[in-house]
């Protein structure tokens, strides 16, 4: 195997294995292996082509990861605000719900949804009062209750 194959497949390794751990570190190493790769398949030695990975992953983590890592937590403050405009708002039953699930449509969007005392039931096509978001799933109640500030 080249060691321009060699360095193509530890980067798309190191990409890949940024899915799982998305602190935008493996990402910054998976670039800095790609680089090594370009530089071996334009003729960098082993040396050459680690002295590569070096240089381009320690820039990578020093200049974009933190500019990277501000825009994501932007966005994730972003959709934490959007799931709680959905307290406090009417939502139609689609599926039973009751304590241990069922689904709801809030909008034009389809959310799973449980009863938040877990014994109340809402039958298809009542109408529910969205109580708090807790991850893919909504609390409700069709006692028309607002949620408590």
Avoid: C, N, Y
């Avoid at 034009?108 to 809402?122: F, I, P, Q, T």
């Amino acid at each position: 195997m080249t060691p321009a194959l060699i360095w193509l497949l530890v980067g798309v390794a190191l990409v890949g294995a940024e899915l799982v751990s998305g602190e935008l570190f493996l990402v910054m190493l998976g670039g800095g292996a790609l680089a090594a790769a370009g530089g071996a398949a334009l003729g960098l030695g082993a040396l050459g082509s680690a002295g590569l990975f070096a240089v381009v992953s320690v820039l990578l983590l020093l200049a974009v990861r933190p500019a990277a890592k501000r825009k994501l937590q932007e966005r994730m403050g972003s959709l934490e605000r959007h799931q709680d405009r959905f307290v406090g708002a009417a939502a139609e039953v689609v599926r039973r719900v009751d304590g241990t699930g069922g689904q709801v449509r809030i909008g034009k969007e389809l959310w799973s949804a449980r009863s938040l005392d877990g014994h109340e039931v809402l039958e298809e096509g009542s109408t529910a009062t969205v109580l708090q978001v807790t991850g893919a799933a909504v609390l409700v109640t069709g006692r028309g209750e607002l949620p408590s500030p």
